[in-house]
């Protein structure tokens, strides 16, 4: 059974941070690409982050140069790190996995950004 496991949400003030987890068993680590999506209340699922060919990665306009996206191989986890939090990024942050016609999501993780 594939699991996409979220942690690290959470209530922060704007100009802050937060690194969100996302831990996945070896098979699905190793064998799919994985990235992270956001929903916010009234909006479409948006795709933040992801890792592109070759180790590169592709962020979203809306966060480059605030968000990174990372892997630590040594744990089968995708990290999301968020500096300079904006009231706008408050949503429901999700671990995508995908290969091919398969993708599997993570149960999701609540950011707000709020004073």
């Known amino acids: 059974q594939v699991q996409l496991v979220e942690s690290g949400g959470g209530l922060v003030q704007p100009g802050g941070s937060l690194r969100l987890s996302c831990a996945a068993s070896?098979?699905?680590?190793?064998?799919?690409?994985m990235d992270w999506y956001r929903q916010a209340p009234g909006k479409q699922r948006e795709l933040v982050a992801a890792?592109?060919?070759?180790?590169?990665?592709n962020y979203a306009d809306s966060v480059k140069g605030r968000f990174t996206i990372s892997r630590d191989n040594a744990k089968n986890t995708v990290h999301l790190q968020m500096n300079s939090l904006k009231p706008e990024d408050t949503a429901v942050y999700y671990c995508?996995?995908?290969?091919?016609?398969?993708?599997?999501w993570g149960q999701g993780t609540q950011v707000t950004v709020s004073s």
């Open positions: 070896g098979s699905i680590f190793k064998m799919y690409f």
């Open positions: 995508h996995a995908w290969k091919g016609i398969f993708a599997y």
């Open positions: 890792f592109g060919s070759g180790g590169s990665t």
